[in-house]
DNA sequence: GATTATCGATTACATGCGTAAATGATGTAG
DNA sequence: CTACATCATTTACGCATGTAATCGATAATC
């Protein structure tokens, strides 16, 4: 039950806004992916058989909406990473970015504020 | 040319010790992954297909080298995952875990150590 | 030197994915 | 009521992936 890459795109749209006709998605992606409707629609039934999305009849057509929470989806791509490549803890991925002198400005300032919010221990 | 998640686990091994046999690959594997030989053999071909493992002839067997850098991976992967959903950005992602209280003791005491050591601005 | 063991190289095969066309059902227009 | 339009459902198809087995070459053994 793992979403692909091409029905994270459609998960994105939904999370974005919901519910949603098959039409407005195919719209929602227009400027990030040039797929056919029969492309998404094939998506959209992939999700529903996955539980990852959820229609509702409305005349003629479905209304999709999310059923896999996004945060539950980010947290789960996020933890398989950290598990995989940095021994499952956030610190490390922050260190390796560092090392590479990734961090932003605004990473910094945001980190800063983070970790002063955190009790400190 | 994207490494996939079984041929990963076959650079890891090699970014763990290198040059080495197909045979030891297959011992360094053996608790992770009940990987027959045959399976080990497929995957480092494509891996060298890749370009992503280079191998050297001794005898009558090959020594299998990585040519892709584990740093370079990680990072590639990472940079995915941010772009993907974090607005590729470092930040977003550790506040997500922060929000969640997925942020161990030693998580916080690295991040700390992280940012104060990093240039005021 | 002929047979056997041991490598790598080639081939296999089911499943998932990206991408879509064809088909079928149902509502709408004339 | 019949033809057309519009949805969704089904089928398609090539490529990547996970997982191996088989084939072929070469080295070791008798």
Known sequence: MSISEAESAVMQVLW???PLAAEEIVAALGDARQWQEAT???LLNRLLNKGAV????D???YLYSPVLQRDAYVHAQS???LDRL???????LVAHFSARRKLSKK???ELRRL???LPDE
């Open 40 to 42: 998404v629609k094939t």
């Open 54 to 57: 959820a229609a509702v009849r």
């Open 86 to 92: 940095f021994g499952g803890r956030v610190a490390p």
């Open 115 to 117: 970790i002063a919010e």
């Open 59 to 61: 005349g003629r057509r």
């Open 16 to 18: 974005n806004a919901h």
């Open 79 to 81: 933890k398989d990473l």
């Open 107 to 109: 990473d910094v300032a």
